[in-house]
């Protein structure tokens, strides 16, 4: 399963798709391309202190939880991607980790309010090809947004995590 979630009010409110013109995956697409070119809007997840409460939220929600096998992920400044395979029902896992990610997002931010959007973007993925595609797309995010050259240079993903891996053999 490939997932999208992204900051409370991190699109314009006046930005309308049409529709009835894309494809879903299109519709995705033009949503991923506006979040990754924001200039306004929150970014909360720009933050290091943030961006990690994610992270680990994501690592624990596999290891320690065991709700999904974890594939990939990237935590950029205003919206997650995850590539995993569920092992609850989506609702059963998304809607704790954003609870729990918003609820310690907002102390550390000494704010209150909704921390993120109510809905997510989600798509079965459906051959072995599809998933080496999504996770490339998840790894290489960082990059294709301005924000490293390399993915294996951005903290706050897979890519990162399995370059600390490597060197560590």
């Not at 980790?97 to 973007?121: C, I």
Request: no cysteine; net charge positive; proline share 7%.
């Amino acid at each position: 399963m490939f997932i999208t979630f992204r900051l409370f009010g991190s699109l314009p409110y006046s930005r309308v798709f049409p529709h009835e013109n894309l494809s879903a995956g299109q519709q995705f697409a033009a949503m991923d391309r506006l979040l990754d070119r924001a200039r306004t809007g929150p970014s909360y997840l720009r933050q290091p202190e943030i961006a990690q409460i994610a992270v680990d939220a994501i690592h624990d929600g596999a290891a320690r939880f065991a709700r999904y096998e974890l594939h990939a992920f990237v935590v950029m400044p205003n919206h997650v991607h995850l590539l995993v395979t569920p092992r609850l029902p989506n609702a059963a896992w998304l809607g704790p980790l954003k609870g729990f990610t918003g609820a310690m997002a907002n102390r550390v931010l000494h704010r209150k309010g909704p921390f993120w959007q109510d809905e997510s973007y989600d798509h079965l993925v459906r051959s072995r090809e599809e998933f080496r595609k999504i996770q490339a797309y998840i790894e290489d995010n960082p990059v294709v947004a301005g924000l490293v050259n390399a993915p294996e240079r951005y903290r706050w993903s897979s890519a990162a995590e399995n370059q600390r891996q490597a060197a560590g053999r």
